[in-house]
């Protein structure tokens, strides 16, 4: 299993560009999420999703996009970057069994720096 | 909407010293916890979590939390630190029975020293 696999690792991008931040899992999990952290602010919910064809707004979902066509796959888009979202970026899943939560399992994070 | 507040941000330990970092949630409902580590340059683990039953929850690497209802919290704790523990950890809480959305602290960063 590889679990929440996320890429790119690193990325650079200019002021005003886009760019797709990818997300895969293999778990068949329900729930995929995408969170940003920044330095004393912990981590930040954008988007998520409970299932293929369903998303949702979290915390701070401007300037993003997401959408979920598969049960693996949660992309997160940045049509048109801005300084402020030079962040580190983690995308996790997790799923319900017999109706209770479980943990969620988080991938290895992709750093943006917008410049 | 629930929250989390960690009130350590920063805490600095010799190695050996006893650790416990507070946890404090909101919500009305009942509610799961957890607490993560993140380790220098690496993604987030799971350290412990709660779901019911014993309040008293033991985790990976001699850590143990403490599920305080009266009080909404759940705080970390380990009787003696290594250097290896510096890292940064989070507190979250996810509603049972239908909430799905997972909801972290801010984080405490945790340096112990030799």
């Known amino acids: 299993n590889a679990g929440v696999t996320q890429t790119p690792k690193f990325r650079i991008l200019k002021i005003g560009q886009s760019m797709t931040l990818q997300c895969t899992q293999d778990m068949n999990h329900n729930y995929m999420y995408w969170y940003r952290q920044d330095p004393g602010m912990g981590l930040k919910l954008i988007y998520y999703?409970?299932?293929?064809?369903?998303?949702d707004k979290g915390e701070v979902p401007n300037g993003y996009n997401v959408s979920r066509s598969t049960t693996e796959d949660f992309p997160l888009r940045l049509e048109l970057a801005a300084p402020s979202q030079t962040s580190v970026y983690f995308c996790a899943s997790k799923t319900r069994t017999r109706g209770m939560n479980t943990e969620a399992f988080f991938g290895q994070g992709t750093r943006l720096t917008v410049v | 909407a629930q929250s989390v507040s960690q009130h350590n941000h920063h805490v600095i330990l010799s190695e050996a010293a006893s650790l416990e970092l507070g946890c404090n949630y909101s919500?009305?409902?009942?509610?799961?916890l957890f607490w993560y580590v993140q380790y220098p340059g690496q993604h987030l683990q799971l350290l412990l979590k709660y779901f019911s039953g014993d309040p008293l929850v033991k985790g990976i690497k001699g850590f143990e939390a403490e599920f305080i209802k009266s009080k909404f919290s759940f705080n970390l704790r380990k009787p003696s630190v290594q250097w290896s523990d510096t890292a940064e950890y989070f507190c979250?809480?996810?509603?049972?029975?239908?909430?799905?959305?997972?909801?972290f602290g801010t984080g405490t960063q945790l340096k112990v020293e030799l």
């Open positions: 919500y009305g409902g009942t509610v799961n």
């Open positions: 979250a809480v996810n509603p049972t029975g239908g909430g799905n959305k997972l909801t």
């Open positions: 999703s409970v299932g293929a064809g369903i998303t």
